[in-house]
């Protein structure tokens, strides 16, 4: 069996890997037009503000490491072509500028998504960043490194911390969003209220419900002019969203309007024996019981797992999403799963929400804080469908709990009685996730 992977971030490298581990005796070739595999970017700004330990640690895989894994690996290598029913693609080295064809069994399509990059004026600055790949990654901390101040445009997980470290690296921060809060889509204004106050605490400007219009380089570094106003700094940092990279194979598998490719349960596009994982394909949002795209690499990680568990014949079946994830800003630890008042109601899902606030554990101990506690349901149902927490102490993990809450279809009223355990130095004797969970059947 000979298996082309397209791309080899965190889906390519896993559905490589699995397949050779499934299928000993397979003929694995990954094609990656970069000179790095599995780049962990979601460490850019941990990397700006100077939390990294060395750079070489953001990647898990090399391109040597896989080769002796048995996989065959080429790099600096573009798919230029793909006919997806025959199998067969078109190669172009980039380094040598040759050529060359090659049919296969079976195709995995990891090609990952690309930063939006809107078509404005002045766009091809190069006082203009993204934070996207590794080359992004180089030039920002390169160039943080000397500037004084930076423009932030988008206001998502990515700007957001992005805007956070360059302000405690004592950077003058303008943070651009075209909606009305930070981390709008990503929160409710629970907790986009308290990290807005963190920003403005911090000397961060907030310029939001702007959309920018144009850019400008000046003696004083590059001007970002918006419908509402204008901002000079040395940089500007794109940050407002991804793409899939999927324009090779459009007209030849199911699609999303966006370019997401769509799969069944076992990662299998509507062509025989062509599979798609990661940010290229959509994922089966698990609160709204549909396809849905959401680039996250938890999700392309699982995806390439199961690409090569069911390359052969269908076998293990993807369980779906809750976007589960966390940031930290300012101190504050903020963790969520599934859906918000807001997304559910963009999404057309009824819903409730209630919030609770209190200390994570006795305030007899000498010291606790304090955790916001939210809980979303379907009101029809009582089915669980988001939870998000909020506090200095680290309630990362309450939102797996939820996350696996909403998986398995719980109601409000099943996590109410759900086990947990009490011991002073963790929690209350009704921990909050139970608290949270009593709060909102009672409520309904």
């Known amino acids: 069996m000979k298996v082309a992977i397209i791309g080899s971030t965190h889906a390519g490298v896993f559905a490589a890997k ?46 040597e490491s896989l080769a002796k894994q048995g996989l065959h690996v080429h790099m600096h290598t573009l798919v230029g072509k793909a006919d997806l029913v025959d199998k067969v693609l078109t190669i172009n080295d980039l380094q040598s500028g040759e050529q060359t064809e090659e049919r296969f069994d079976k195709i995995v399509i990891t090609t990952g998504s690309r930063a939006v990059k809107p078509n404005l ?169 549909e396809h849905d795209y959401i680039p996250l690499a938890t999700n392309a990680v699982r995806q390439g797992i199961l ?15 809750q976007a589960t994830s966390a940031v930290e800003l300012y101190g504050l630890a903020y963790a969520s799963t599934g859906l918000n008042q807001s997304s559910a109601a963009k999404k057309g899902v009824k819903t409730q929400t209630v919030s609770i606030q209190e200390d994570y554990r006795p305030n007899f101990m000498l010291t606790t804080d304090k955790v916001t506690a939210s809980l979303t349901w379907e009101v029809d149902t009582r089915r669980i469908v988001g939870g998000a927490f909020l506090s200095k102490h680290d309630i990362s993990q309450a939102a797996n709990v939820v996350s696996l809450a909403i998986e398995n279809k719980m109601t409000i009223d099943q996590l109410a009685m759900t086990d947990f355990f009490f011991q002073p130095n963790f929690d209350q004797p009704i921990n909050y996730i139970s608290s949270v969970a009593i709060a909102a059947a009672s409520q309904s």
Request: some cysteine; hydrophobic content about 40%; charged content about 20%.
């Open 18 to 63: 699995e397949v050779l581990a499934q299928n000993p005796n397979a003929e694995v070739h990954i094609y990656e037009k970069n000179d790095t595999v599995s780049f962990l970017s979601c460490g850019i700004a941990l990397w700006i503000g100077n939390h990294v330990s060395s750079p070489d640690r953001m990647f898990y895989e090399s391109p």
């Open 307 to 321: 690409v090569g568990r069911n390359i052969v014949k269908p076998t293990v079946a993807y369980q779906g999403t």
């Open 121 to 289: 004026p002045g766009i091809d600055s190069d006082k203009i960043y993204l934070a996207k790949n590794w080359d992004d990654a180089n030039a920002l901390k390169k160039v943080s490194e000397d500037i004084k101040s930076a423009i932030v445009i988008g206001a998502g997980y990515i700007g957001a911390e992005l805007a956070e470290q360059l302000s405690v690296n004592d950077k003058q921060v303008t943070l651009i969003d075209a909606l009305d809060r930070v981390l709008a889509n990503n929160t409710d204004e629970t907790y986009s209220d308290v990290f807005a106050k963190a920003y403005q605490e911090h000397g961060v400007e907030l310029a939001l419900e702007q959309r920018v219009v144009s850019f400008e380089e000046s003696d004083q570094g590059i001007t970002v002019t918006t419908d509402k106003g204008s901002y000079t700094a040395d940089i500007a940092i794109l940050s407002i969203g991804f793409v899939p990279n999927t324009s090779l194979f459009e007209g030849q598998v199911d699609m999303l309007g966006n370019g997401a490719i769509v799969t069944d349960q076992y990662m299998q596009t509507n062509v025989p024996d062509v599979f798609a994982a990661g940010d290229a394909s959509t994922v089966f949002y698990n609160p709204t019981q």
